[in-house]
Nanobody, 115 residues
Framework: QVQLVESGGGLVQAGGSLRLSCVASGDFVTGNVMGWYRQTPGKQREMVAMITSGGVTDYRGAVKGRFTISRDNGKKAVYLQMNKLKPEDTGVYYC?????????WGLGTQVTVSS
C-alpha cells in the first residue's frame, strides 16, 4: 500500500507562485510515474502534470510554461512549482501514482488564487 502526503497549498494573488510537495511512503516503488491532478467543484479531476522516474514530463496545455514538475527519487518526492498563477488554477491539488495497476491518491491540498 502506498501513502501520499501533499503540502504547500494556500492562498495567493493572481500572478504569484506556490510550490507543492508530495512525499510517498509505504510500498512505493521509485520507478512509478508520479503526477499532480486538480479538481474544482462540479468538475472532473484533471491531470495537471506528470513525470516518469527518468524525468520525462507531460503537462496540461493550460499550465505549460507556468508550472514545472520535478521529483527527487531518493526522497520519494514529487514537486509542482506553479508560477504566474491565475484564478482558474484554483482547486484541490492531488498527488497521484499508480503501482501494480492500483491508483494511489493523497488527500489533496487547496490552492486558491484571488483576482
Amino acid at each position: 500500500q502506498v501513502q501520499l502526503v501533499e503540502s504547500g497549498g494556500g492562498l495567493v494573488q493572481a500572478g504569484g507562485s506556490l510550490r507543492l510537495s508530495c512525499v510517498a511512503s509505504g510500498d512505493f516503488v521509485t520507478g512509478n510515474v508520479m503526477g499532480w491532478y486538480r479538481q474544482t467543484p462540479g468538475k472532473q479531476r484533471e491531470m495537471v502534470a506528470m513525470i516518469t522516474s527518468g524525468g520525462v514530463t507531460d503537462y496540461r496545455g493550460a499550465v505549460k510554461g507556468r508550472f514545472t514538475i520535478s521529483r527527487d527519487n531518493g526522497k520519494k518526492a514529487v514537486y509542482l512549482q506553479m508560477n504566474k498563477l491565475k484564478p482558474e488554477d484554483t482547486g484541490v491539488y492531488y498527488c497521484h501514482t499508480i503501482q501494480r495497476g492500483i491508483d494511489s491518491w493523497g488527500l489533496g491540498t487547496q490552492v486558491t488564487v484571488s483576482s
